[in-house]
């Protein structure tokens, strides 16, 4: 197609994959203000800047699926780590924590930790007024939120282990319906952590029936993604079939050796569920190793309940300690080893601002370093920091990795925070995933072990988000859609991040266009913060 009208910007001479999964092409790429007006040969079309990219490719911009920038995006509004790696668009809000719910009271406590290190802070009631915030301050990447439903649980109920009552429950449903109606795209839920794990399935049905009004999706972070996978992914099945909501389960993976392969049986319940018509997809990050907070991943549940305080003040109690590290060993007989084989030499410190020295060490090293055994090191520390740090476990299978990326409606998701890294987010050991990510997935399994072709890399990154999100207009290239563009090196495009030194942008990424404006070309940031907020108001 030829354009008759002058462009803002060509792209003249790439191989174009348009995201769908088909075969690039040489063709060229017409933009004006924001929008991919023409596509074809071009090369004597009128335009106010022509740029020559032969030899490179160029794909729509990367939708990341799985993020929780909604964390930094008020105190790092560029997501410098986002769009170098290729994202120019990023759902929030994963995993049921939703900074956009929370408000200025007690019980947000840790969230406000979170935020004033950067001089942040929670000044907004409600949702509408966060994206508004969003709005006003600006943000790099498109903004894509998601409601929480462990955000939504403190607010009304703080960290009770109870069923709602009535009035609590209409309360949730109301609040929940005013993010809804404010343009939230669904409801995430992390029913590993408290108080959202608190909740039974009928909770979340009753939840998720809000959601369906507005032709949203439920999003959730599994009660267990280990020992009781299987039994978590069948949860999740019931709550989606219950509500009659479409069903993402984010970040999906086996954890532990043992339950290494527990992914086929998921991967044929979800075929089934499809089958019967019930909408499954799930998403990925492909490293071995997750991150959580180290209280997550190691205290019983009663021991989780409560403030930060009240978590410190039970730790601290020698008859609740014997109680938890008991209760600790009994679940897992392994965390006795103190060799070199020993599951803590798997577990790495990662962001603790309170003990800057310990990140990236493991605990195996730190507990023998103080003279202590691996658990009652890790109670103390918790007690000290308010449970104010997180780890990193490498506990993931490399058949499970491939498995879960095989299949087709598996979407690509950091789980990450957009960073940068100077300022204060550059001290923090966080995980390579928010700088590598998608730039890993062309290295590490298209290029070296050829799981996927390119072109299907690039629709679990585009056009399969979007459509599982039900973004118009985005994730692919062709006339009417926003610009929203990758230009990369196909040979050399890969994850420069390692756990040891995460913050390093990815390599191959040589041009970002967001909303056809360029965001990053060469190792250039325009802070022009092209990105947007993405309401999504569709009442049934």
Same mark, same amino acid.
């Given at each position: 197609?030829?354009?008759?009208?002058?462009?803002?910007?060509?792209?003249?001479?790439?191989?174009?994959?348009?995201?769908?999964?088909?075969?690039?092409?040489?063709?060229?790429?017409?933009?004006?203000?924001?929008?991919?007006?023409?596509?074809?040969?071009?090369?004597?079309?009128?335009?106010?800047?022509?740029?020559?990219?032969?030899?490179?490719?160029?794909?729509?911009?990367?939708?990341?699926?799985?993020?929780?920038?909604?964390?930094?995006?008020?105190?790092?509004?560029?997501?410098?780590?986002?769009?170098?790696?290729?994202?120019?668009?990023?759902?929030?809000?994963?995993?049921?924590?939703?900074?956009?719910?929370?408000?200025?009271?007690?019980?947000?406590?840790?969230?406000?930790?979170?935020?004033?290190?950067?001089?942040?802070?929670?000044?907004?009631?409600?949702?509408?007024?966060?994206?508004?915030?969003?709005?006003?301050?600006?943000?790099?990447?498109?903004?894509?939120?998601?409601?929480?439903?462990?955000?939504?649980?403190?607010?009304?109920?703080?960290?009770?282990?109870?069923?709602?009552?009535?009035?609590?429950?209409?309360?949730?449903?109301?609040?929940?319906?005013?993010?809804?109606?404010?343009?939230?795209?669904?409801?995430?839920?992390?029913?590993?952590?408290?108080?959202?794990?608190?909740?039974?399935?009928?909770?979340?049905?009753?939840?998720?029936?809000?959601?369906?009004?507005?032709?949203?999706?439920?999003?959730?972070?599994?009660?267990?993604?280990?020992?009781?996978?299987?039994?978590?992914?069948?949860?999740?099945?019931?709550?989606?079939?219950?509500?009659?909501?479409?069903?993402?389960?984010?970040?999906?993976?086996?954890?532990?050796?043992?339950?290494?392969?527990?992914?086929?049986?998921?991967?044929?319940?979800?075929?089934?569920?499809?089958?019967?018509?019930?909408?499954?997809?799930?998403?990925?990050?492909?490293?071995?190793?997750?991150?959580?907070?180290?209280?997550?991943?190691?205290?019983?549940?009663?021991?989780?309940?409560?403030?930060? #305080?009240? %978590?410190?003040?039970?730790?601290?109690? @020698? $008859?609740? +300690?014997?109680? !938890?590290? *008991?209760?600790?060993?009994?679940?897992?007989?392994?965390?006795?080893?103190?060799?070199?084989?020993?599951?803590?030499?798997?577990?790495?410190?990662?962001?603790?601002?309170?003990?800057?020295?310990?990140?990236?060490?493991?605990?195996?090293?730190?507990?023998?370093?103080?003279?202590?055994?691996?658990?009652?090191?890790?109670?103390?520390?918790?007690?000290?920091?308010?449970?104010?740090?997180?780890?990193?476990?490498?506990?993931?299978?490399?058949?499970?990795?491939?498995?879960?990326?095989?299949?087709?409606?598996?979407?690509?998701?950091?789980?990450?925070?957009?960073?940068?890294?100077?300022?204060?987010?550059?001290?923090?050991?966080?995980?390579?995933?928010?700088?590598?990510?998608?730039?890993?997935?062309?290295?590490?399994?298209?290029?070296?072990?050829?799981?996927?072709?390119?072109? #299907?890399? %690039?629709?679990?990154?585009?056009?399969? @988000? $979007?459509? +599982?999100?039900? !973004?118009? *207009?985005?994730?692919?290239?062709?006339?009417?859609?926003?610009?929203?563009?990758?230009?990369?090196?196909?040979?050399?495009?890969?994850?420069?991040?390692?756990?040891?030194?995460?913050?390093?942008?990815?390599?191959?990424?040589?041009?970002?266009?967001?909303?056809?404006?360029?965001?990053?070309?060469?190792?250039?940031?325009?802070?022009?913060?092209?990105?947007?907020?993405?309401?999504?108001?569709?009442?049934?």
């Amino acid at each position: 197609m030829i354009a008759t009208e002058p462009m803002s910007l060509i792209l003249q001479g790439a191989m174009v994959l348009d995201g769908t999964g088909t075969a690039a092409q040489r063709v060229d790429i017409g933009i004006l203000d924001d929008r991919i007006t023409a596509i074809g040969d071009l090369s004597h079309t009128t335009t106010n800047r022509r740029i020559l990219v032969e030899g490179l490719h160029i794909s729509p911009g990367f939708i990341d699926i799985h993020t929780h920038s909604d964390i930094s995006v008020l105190y790092h509004p560029q997501q410098m780590s986002a769009i170098a790696m290729g994202v120019t668009t990023q759902v929030v809000g994963n995993c049921g924590l939703a900074l956009g719910l929370a408000v200025n009271s007690t019980r947000f406590e840790f969230e406000k930790r979170w935020l004033a290190p950067h001089g942040a802070r929670i000044n907004w009631n409600s949702f509408d007024e966060h994206l508004s915030r969003v709005e006003s301050e600006g943000t790099g990447t498109n903004y894509v939120p998601l409601a929480g439903h462990g955000t939504l649980r403190k607010r009304v109920m703080g960290q009770d282990n109870r069923p709602p009552d009535n009035a609590e429950m209409n309360e949730m449903r109301s609040i929940l319906e005013g993010a809804m109606e404010a343009g939230a795209w669904g409801l995430s839920s992390g029913l590993e952590y408290t108080p959202g794990g608190y909740a039974q399935p009928e909770e979340l049905i009753e939840l998720c029936s809000v959601v369906k009004k507005f032709s949203g999706i439920y999003a959730t972070h599994l009660r267990n993604e280990g020992d009781t996978l299987v039994e978590s992914v069948e949860e999740a099945l019931k709550v989606a079939r219950g509500a009659g909501v479409p069903l993402q389960l984010s970040h999906h993976k086996a954890e532990g050796d043992h339950n290494w392969g527990k992914t086929a049986v998921t991967l044929e319940m979800v075929e089934e569920a499809r089958s019967k018509g019930l909408d499954v997809q799930m998403d990925q990050y492909p490293y071995n190793a997750f991150m959580t907070a180290l209280s997550v991943q190691t205290l019983p549940w009663y021991a989780q309940s409560g403030t930060p #305080e009240e %978590v410190a003040a039970r730790l601290n109690d @020698p $008859a609740e +300690r014997k109680r !938890i590290t *008991d209760d600790m060993l009994a679940a897992h007989p392994d965390w006795a080893d103190t060799s070199e084989n020993s599951h803590w030499n798997r577990v790495q410190i990662g962001v603790c601002r309170g003990r800057p020295e310990m990140q990236g060490k493991t605990v195996l090293e730190l507990a023998a370093r103080a003279g202590k055994l691996p658990v009652d090191w890790v109670i103390d520390t918790l007690a000290e920091t308010g449970g104010y740090v997180s780890a990193v476990n490498f506990a993931m299978g490399p058949g499970d990795i491939e498995r879960v990326l095989k299949f087709p409606f598996t979407s690509v998701g950091s789980d990450g925070v957009g960073a940068r890294p100077d300022g204060p987010s550059g001290k923090d050991l966080v995980h390579p995933r928010a700088y590598g990510t998608f730039p890993r997935v062309f290295k590490e399994y298209v290029r070296k072990h050829k799981i996927l072709t390119e072109e #299907e890399a %690039v629709r679990r990154m585009t056009s399969l @988000p $979007a459509a +599982r999100m039900g !973004i118009a *207009d985005r994730g692919v290239v062709r006339p009417g859609a926003f610009a929203d563009l990758v230009v990369y090196d196909p040979d050399t495009i890969g994850d420069t991040a390692t756990f040891d030194a995460p913050h390093q942008f990815a390599e191959g990424i040589k041009m970002v266009v967001i909303n056809g404006t360029i965001a990053f070309e060469g190792d250039t940031f325009n802070e022009s913060l092209a990105g947007r907020v993405l309401r999504h108001i569709t009442a049934s």
